[in-house]
Each structure stands twice: as structure tokens, then as C-alpha cells.
């Protein structure tokens, strides 16, 4: 086992302002980038404020930014840096700092909010709802979403615009409007919901432009441009300019 | 004169896990206006971390499966110890639980035939476990949040105010439940961001913090875990039931040290991968024990061959339940067959393609990947127990998980206790979470609506608030010499898990009990740097109360047990012993409350378990129930 000092650069301060400070902490072998923060707290800041839970990388609440690239901190391990390097640790930058490496994440509880939920069928009772697994695959990759909001952090539309925030639900809700649109079951079009098009009108869809931002960062490797984003977009495109949908929709559907 | 927010509920649900999420999704649909307050951000409770699946005897693969196969297993699982009534309700509820998650949303695997697919695993007869991939507590927990959200969704349209009936208050922490007389009248709270204290007033209050692994140095819970819950029980009055049995899962990882614990879910084992030590050989044949011969394979032929045909062959000895295999592991480290970094070597890659492991295990192909360097679909992983999960908890009533004694107390899922016995099985948690949850959820706003006439709802004292919010400050105040709390912490996690572990003597337990007891004067005198704003030293410092509190529980309950049975292992008592088989160990808080804080806490009371009802004991052979039923209780 062998174990050396490494330093360190953690932002501290609160929503009124505040600064890198500088900390020479010890690294054991295998330990990430969160174990660092730990020891900082036990050893050095025991007030230094930090999200974390499962230290597994399945919670997504360790989010910070480390080197300037969003990471989760329980997955980021000290072996992927030189020893030498110095290792800077700062807040999510697209949210208000709380404290520390603490952001107010509301933003994202608020978009979940306004993407309407998923519309059980009518008439199929629990325990007879039938799937086939290649139909529900694809909802399933988005589902593996664990809320750390890396991509809500990362996309452009919203780091440096918070103009943008009103309209614009962000990858990791547009996303959801995906996985409910793709679900076999959902019945929001019977109930008179179109989610493709309130992807577009409601939850900005139109301000993405496929940079694939969001995809780098996952750290859940899920295609969110390529399998959530773009199907979205050429669905909306298909309502928005196919006249025969377009006629459809002015005409209503006819119930039986 | 403390002056704080209070705001008026009538169903107060503390912990938004699967258990106070489905709690507080009853209480609301049955018209209780319903706050949820917890420690993390909404959606990040520990059931995200339950990776194999949810029991629930479906029948979807094997149409051999009913409620009472389930009950039998689960009995089994538990020794005997289970509050029966419980055992029975879960068996019997959990399907219903697992459709209605459909209706909400959840996208399980499939079946061919389009059902939900159902996995094998430790201790269950058949098929029963509903799973998605590897990450199934995470689907539960999504599909719990976004049913609040729904519901919240339609409380827009109804009143322009999406938290009007269902609220919740994240990273606040409740650190009281305040009573008038017997009666619940609330919660006392701070928030976490800002450290401001508010009190929600509510004449029910359920309990559904989960579990207690944080005061263990090796586990696998996250930093939630400390037994709030528990705690805040026993200083309302309420008494623990079975505090000894923890659940040390067999296969947490133990390299590299910064992960040490971190779970490797039964799933890899209930997917055929196997159990060897550093000679190569799958010892868990040896390790299987008289209760159970009958049910394993005695070769490595048929327990491969029941993969393919489960009918005509036993199952393998790494399918039994979790207490068995973290015992053999232990045996085998002890006895110097264990792998290079003291664990023993659990290895899927032999049985399955890489492209299947990745599909079937991914989040365990990830985890090992990124956070090992080990490549699970060519090599085998290193594996040893880790604390998990306390059987023991809040005593309960079956049917409606009210405490005794507290009216207006209720509690669900880890912290309650009963359901389980003295081992749980894997998948059995989720279904637990779901069942009782609702009960809990459906009792606590009948409660209420009761409650609220005639006599009127409880009312919170001022003197109270005053005492709860003096507790809370008392870090801030801590004289020259203040102990720091993650140096207290980090000495509680080393006693309990040397001396109150997987394998205890009695003369530990004692130790153990003496070295709580310095630690509860050092933690008296915990004291924490800066201000109330989002300070973790300060958190901390108020957490170790409750671990302390719940270590002593353990601690004192496990010394007075003098045998073994399920998640309470002693060297000095191996066998476990049919007259104790009808004893509860309940936890009674010492009243009153001691001033000098190295006195005990905690006084221990011996109560009989109530005698199974017989058409559940019908089910199972009289020869089975010999090995486990005290003498009298055969004759009853």
C-alpha cells in the first residue's frame, strides 16, 4: 500500500461569495476523489459542506466539479491523476451555491414537476399489463437515470444562460418526456396529451442542438442525444410538418 | 425562548425511502393532508442502493409459487423468530404491491410471454424476485417519486398549489417526536441548508428511516443510516423489539480499502455464480446445516444442473440464506483459505457469456470496473461480509405497524421490527417496504382522522421546543477540550464491528457496553466548528446520539441471547437453541433518563412470542417444525 500527500484546491464560500483554498491532504491506494473530501472533513474543515450518500455511484448525489469537468465524486478515482497534479474541487456552476460544494438543485424538483406523469391504460387491471422486453428496453436505458444532474449542469443552453431556465427543461427531463412517450403502455394520447409535442412547446426541445454535452458526462453511459433526444426531436418534426398529422390533430380522434 | 415555524399536518412520514414514500402516498390518497421529511434530497434514500429485486410470489416463471410458499421461505429464513402475522400479511400483499408499481409507472423485466420476470435467490423455493437489471431499488424509489409527483401534479389542478395535501421537506432531520401526555403531537426538525429549526405539528407521525449500519466500520449503508429512527422511538417511549439481529450480507467488496463494503448484490450468486476459496474449491457444500440438508445440492453436478432444471435437482449451497453464507466465508478467511485481500473469490464469469453478465449484472460490471479494475466477465471477484441490515427494530403491531405504547406512533421497513425474525432474505426488504409502508400509511391517517375529534389534536408545548431546540445547539456550545464527532464516530464504528460483529463472545459484548459507555460521556462533550449553515460536523455530532443509543441496544440484546440463530452469531453459544425460539428481547429506555451520561440507557425486557396460528403451522412437515419449536410449543 503506499500513500502520498496530494494537494488540493476545494471552493468554499456561500451564495454571497467566496474562493479556492488550498489543502495538502494524504492518499491511499484506490481511494476517489469523495474519500479525499472525507478525510478534509475529519482531518482539516469539519464544517466543509458536501452532498454525498451511497458512495457507489448509484445515489448521484456527490456531483461537483472536479478539474472543471462535472463528475461524481465517488467514481472519480485518485489514480486517474498525476501525483503532482493539483487537484481542484468547485460547485456544480449552472445552480446557486448553498454552501461549499453544495448547489441549490431546486431548479431540476421544478422541471420534474411540470413533465405531466405517466397515464395508466384504461381498463387493464394491475397484474395484466403485458410487455415484451424489446418494447420496454428502451425506456429502461433512460430509467437508469440517477438524478446526479451532471447534464443539467453540463448543457450549454443553461451553464452560462439562466434566461434560458424558464423555458428549457434540460437533457435529464426531456429525456423523461422520451421514456414516457416511449413506454408501451402510456396512455397520455388517449387522455388527450401529445408528449412530443409539449417536448417542443412546453419543455424547450427546440433549444437543444445535439451538442451531446449531456451524453459525455453520464455517468450512467446513457445515450441521452442519440436515444432520447434526437427520436424526440424527429417525432416532434414528423407532428409539427406532416399535414395529414397536422389535419388529424385539428379534427380530433374519433372514439368508438 | 426558542420562537420556531410551525406548521399543521396530519400525517407527519419521517424518511423517504420505499417504505415512507409508499406510507405517505396511502396517507394521501386517503385524504390526510401529508408532509415527508428527510435527510437527503428527494429520490436519493438508501433503497436506491437494493439491487436484486422484490419477492413477490407472482408465479410468472414458476407457476408453483403462492403466498404460502413464500411465507414458509421466509419463516425458514428468519428461524422461526418472525412475528408470524407480518410474515403472513407480506406473503400475502406483496403481489398486489408489485402490479400497482406497474400501474404507476415501472418498467420491470420481462417474462417471454410478456409478464414481469421473476430471478432466483437466497432462501426463496422458486423464482420470485421482480428485478430490473441490477438496479431494481432504483426503479422502486423512481417510480415512488414520480407517483408523489403525480399526485402533487393533480393537487396543482385542483387547488394551484402542487404541495397542498403532500409535501415534502428534503435534507431537514428530525430530532424529536414530540408528545402531549402518551400522544404524538409532531415533530421537531432542522434544516439542513440553513440550520433553521421548525416544528411540524400532526397528531400521526410514521417512522421509516431505515437501518442503523453506520455505527459498523465495514457495511454497506450510506451515511443515513444511523438509526434515527430507532432512536427517536425509544425517546418517545417506544420499546425495540430483537435488537441483536444484524444482517452482515455475505458479499461485500474488500478491495481497494476506500470501498471495503460496498454491496455485491446475491444476484450474482442467484445468476449461478459460485463461491471458491484461494484452493479453488466451492466450500459452501461443506457449510450447509442440518435445518436445510434436504432442501441443497450435495454436488457440484446438481446444483449446476438445477440452473437448467429446476425441478429434478436441488439448488446450489450458495443460494442459502445470507446468515449461512457470511458465516462460511468468515470460517474460511479465519482459517487462512481466503483471497489475497481476506476475502474469499465469487467468480460468474465461468457461467455465463460477457455480453449476458453485462446485461444481466451491469451496475455490478460498472462498479467493479471503475472501482476495482476487475473485469467481472473474465475474472473473478474478492468478496466478505458486510454490515447490511438490523432485523431488529421498532415493536409493532402486525396489522397496522403501530408502536406499543405511543399512540399515534407508527413505523415501516428497516426501522420496524418483527417481519423478519432473525435473518431477512435477500428481496424480502423491497416487498417489506411496500406492504408496510402502506399499512403504516393507511393506519396513521385513519389515526388522524380520528384524532382530529373530539377532544381535539394534541397540542406542542413550548417547553418542549425550548428543550428540543437546546439538545440540537449544545455542539455550538461544547467548552475547551470538545471531542471531535468523526473521531467519536469512527471509535463507535470500531467497537461495534470488533466486538459486537459477525461472530461475538460474551466477553466482547461486556468490553463493548464499557467502551459505549466512555463514548456516550466524550459524545456529551462533541463539540463542532462554524455555523448552522449546511454544517455535516454538526449533523454528525447530533447522529451520534442515535447510533449510540441503538449500540447499546445491539450490544446489551446480544449478550443476553446465549445462542445463535440467524444474524446473532456466538462463538461461546454456537448452537441455536429451541427455548429461545419463543423469547423476544424488547429494548425499554431507562426511566427516568439518567443525568450522568456512562449509566445505561437501556434496560432489556423479556417477552413470549405469541403462539402460530395453526393452519400457518400446518403448512409446514412436522419433522421441519421439531428442529426449530421449543418443546411446549409442539404441544400447544
Redesign the interface.
Known amino acids: 500500500m503506499s500513500t502520498y500527500d496530494a494537494s488540493f484546491r476545494v471552493w468554499r464560500g456561500d451564495a454571497e461569495g467566496g474562493e479556492l483554498r488550498d489543502f495538502t491532504v494524504e492518499v491511499h491506494d484506490g481511494e476517489v476523489v469523495l474519500d479525499i473530501v472525507h478525510r478534509l472533513q475529519a482531518t482539516q474543515a469539519s464544517d466543509l459542506a458536501v452532498r454525498w450518500n451511497c458512495k457507489a455511484g448509484k445515489c448521484g448525489s456527490c456531483s461537483a466539479e472536479v478539474n472543471g469537468r462535472p463528475r461524481l465524486m465517488c467514481m472519480t478515482r485518485m489514480s486517474t491523476f498525476e501525483r503532482t497534479e493539483t487537484i481542484t474541487i468547485t460547485p456544480l456552476r449552472a445552480f446557486p451555491v448553498v454552501r461549499d460544494l453544495v448547489t441549490d438543485v431546486s431548479f431540476n424538483y421544478q422541471k420534474a414537476r411540470e413533465v405531466p406523469a405517466f397515464v395508466p391504460p384504461e381498463g387493464v387491471a394491475p397484474g395484466a399489463y403485458r410487455m415484451q422486453q424489446i418494447d420496454v428496453e428502451r425506456s429502461q436505458e433512460f430509467r437508469k437515470c440517477i438524478e446526479c444532474f451532471l447534464c443539467q449542469d453540463t448543457c450549454h443552453v443553461v451553464r452560462d444562460h439562466e434566461e434560458n431556465k424558464g423555458a428549457f427543461a434540460g437533457p435529464r427531463f426531456l429525456m423523461r418526456v422520451a421514456e414516457l412517450d416511449m413506454h408501451p403502455l402510456d396512455a397520455a394520447s388517449d387522455a388527450g396529451l401529445d408528449r412530443k409535442r409539449t417536448a417542443q412547446e412546453e419543455h424547450g426541445l427546440g433549444y437543444c442542438n445535439i451538442t451531446k454535452c449531456c451524453t459525455e458526462v453520464c455517468p450512467e453511459g446513457i445515450k441521452i442525444t442519440d436515444n432520447a433526444l434526437i427520436p424526440l426531436k424527429e417525432r416532434a418534426v414528423d407532428r409539427k410538418y406532416d399535414p395529414l398529422v397536422w389535419l388529424g390533430s385539428k379534427i380530433g380522434r374519433r372514439k368508438g | 425562548m426558542a420562537q420556531v415555524e410551525r406548521q399543521q399536518w396530519d400525517v407527519v412520514v419521517v424518511g423517504a425511502g420505499g417504505a415512507g414514500l409508499r406510507a405517505a402516498i396511502e396517507a394521501r390518497e386517503r385524504g390526510a393532508r401529508t408532509a415527508v421529511i428527510c435527510k437527503?434530497?428527494?429520490?436519493?434514500a438508501?433503497t436506491?442502493?437494493a439491487e436484486g429485486g422484490i419477492a413477490a410470489s407472482?408465479g410468472n416463471v414458476n407457476d408453483g409459487d403462492n403466498w404460502q410458499v413464500h411465507f414458509r421461505d421466509t419463516m425458514r429464513g428468519g428461524k422461526f423468530l418472525n412475528q408470524w402475522r407480518m410474515a403472513e400479511l407480506h406473503a400475502k400483499e406483496a403481489?398486489?404491491r408489485v402490479?400497482?408499481l406497474?400501474?404507476?409507472?415501472a418498467?420491470?423485466?420481462?417474462t417471454?410471454?410478456?409478464?414481469i420476470?421473476q430471478r432466483n435467490f437466497g432462501g426463496h423455493e422458486y423464482p420470485r424476485l421482480a428485478h430490473?437489471?441490477d438496479?431494481t431499488?432504483?426503479?422502486l424509489i423512481?417510480t415512488l417519486q414520480?407517483?408523489i409527483?403525480?399526485l402533487?401534479?393533480e393537487d396543482?389542478k385542483e387547488h394551484g398549489d402542487?404541495e397542498a395535501r403532500l409535501k415534502v421537506f428534503q435534507e431537514c432531520t428530525v430530532t424529536r417526536v414530540l408528545k402531549e401526555g402518551q400522544r404524538v403531537s409532531g415533530t421537531f426538525c432542522y434544516e439542513r441548508?440553513s440550520g433553521r429549526f421548525f416544528v411540524l405539528e400532526a397528531p400521526a407521525v410514521v417512522l421509516a428511516t431505515g437501518g442503523i449500519g453506520k455505527s459498523f466500520k465495514t457495511t454497506s449503508n450510506?451515511?443515513?443510516y444511523t438509526g434515527d429512527g430507532h432512536a427517536l422511538a425509544l425517546l418517545a417511549g417506544a420499546p425495540l423489539l430483537n435488537m441483536e439481529f444484524v444482517q452482515f450480507h455475505p458479499t461485500g467488496m474488500v478491495?481497494?480499502?476506500?470501498?471495503k463494503g460496498?454491496?455485491v448484490t446475491e444476484s450474482v450468486r442467484g445468476d449461478g455464480g459460485v463461491l471458491r476459496n484461494s484452493e479453488g474449491k466451492r466450500f459452501m457444500f461443506d457449510y450447509v446445516p442440518d435445518v436445510f440438508k434436504e432442501k441443497y445440492a450435495e454436488s457440484e453436478e446438481e446444483g449446476d444442473r438445477w440452473y437448467e432444471d429446476p425441478d429434478h435437482n436441488r439448488r446450489p449451497p450458495e443460494l442459502l440464506p445470507r446468515d449461512e453464507v457470511a458465516r462460511a466465508i468468515n470460517s474460511e478467511v479465519k482459517a487462512g483459505r481466503g483471497s489475497p485481500h481476506g476475502g474469499v473469490f465469487l467468480d460468474v464469469s465461468t457461467r455465463m457469456p460477457a455480453e449476458k453478465i453485462k446485461r444481466r449484472l451491469p451496475?455490478m460490471y460498472?462498479?467493479f470496473k471503475?472501482?476495482?479494475d476487475v473485469d467481472i466477465t473474465a475474472e473473478p471477484m474478492e468478496v466478505g461480509p458486510t454490515c447490511h441490515y438490523v432485523m431488529g427494530g421498532i415493536a409493532v403491531d402486525s396489522e397496522t405497524a403501530a408502536t406499543v405504547g405511543v399512540p399515534g406512533l407508527f413505523a415501516a421497513g428497516e426501522v420496524a421490527g418483527g417481519m423478519h425474525g432473525s435473518n431477512r432474505l435477500g428481496g424480502n426488504s423491497l416487498s417489506d417496504l411496500l406492504v408496510f409502508g402502506r399499512r403504516a400509511g393507511l393506519h396513521a391517517a385513519e389515526y388522524a382522522a380520528r384524532g382530529a375529534s373530539p377532544t381535539g389534536r394534541p397540542a406542542v408545548s413550548q417547553a418542549e421546543i425550548d428543550a428540543a431546540a437546546a439538545e440540537a445547539l449544545a455542539p455550538f456550545h461544547a467548552a475547551e477540550g470538545a471531542e471531535?464527532?468523526?473521531?467519536l464516530h469512527?471509535e463507535l464504528q470500531t467497537t461495534m464491528n470488533d466486538l459486537v460483529g459477525i461472530i461475538r463472545r460474551e466477553g466482547e459484548m461486556a468490553e463493548a457496553l464499557e467502551r459505549l459507555a466512555a463514548l456516550r460521556v466524550r459524545a456529551a462533550r462533541a463539540g463542532?466548528?462554524?455555523?448552522r449553515?449546511?454544517?455535516?460536523?454538526?449533523h454528525l455530532a447530533l447522529d451520534l446520539r442515535n447510533m449510540l443509543l441503538v449500540s447499546e441496544c445491539v450490544a446489551r440484546a446480544a449478550l443476553e441471547r446465549t445462542e445463535s440463530r440467524g444474524g446473532h452469531t456466538r462463538e461461546d453459544c454456537p448452537a441455536m437453541e429451541r427455548t429461545w425460539r419463543p423469547v423476544n428481547l424488547l429494548c425499554r429506555p431507562v426511566d427516568p433518563v439518567p443525568a450522568d451520561p456512562a449509566a445505561d440507557r437501556i434496560e432489556l425486557v423479556r417477552t413470549r412470542t405469541e403462539p402460530i396460528r395453526p393452519d400457518l403451522l400446518a403448512l409446514f412437515e412436522k419433522e421441519e417444525l421439531v428442529k426449530y419449536l421449543a418443546e411446549e410449543e409442539l404441544y400447544e
Not at chain 2, 417471454?112 to 409478464?115: F, I, L, T, V
Not at chain 2, 478491495?255 to 470501498?259: A, E, I, L, R, T
Open positions: 437527503s434530497l428527494f429520490g436519493k438508501h436506491v442502493m407472482m403481489p398486489d402490479w400497482e406497474e400501474t404507476w409507472g418498467l420491470f423485466d420481462r417471454p410471454d410478456g409478464r420476470s430490473v437489471g438496479r431499488g432504483l426503479e423512481r414520480q407517483k409527483v403525480a402533487q401534479q396543482f402542487y441548508e450510506s451515511w443515513e478491495w481497494p480499502p476506500s470501498v460496498i454491496l451496475s460498472h462498479q471503475e472501482l476495482a471531535n464527532p468523526y473521531t469512527q463542532v466548528e462554524g455555523h449553515q449546511f454544517n455535516p460536523g454538526w
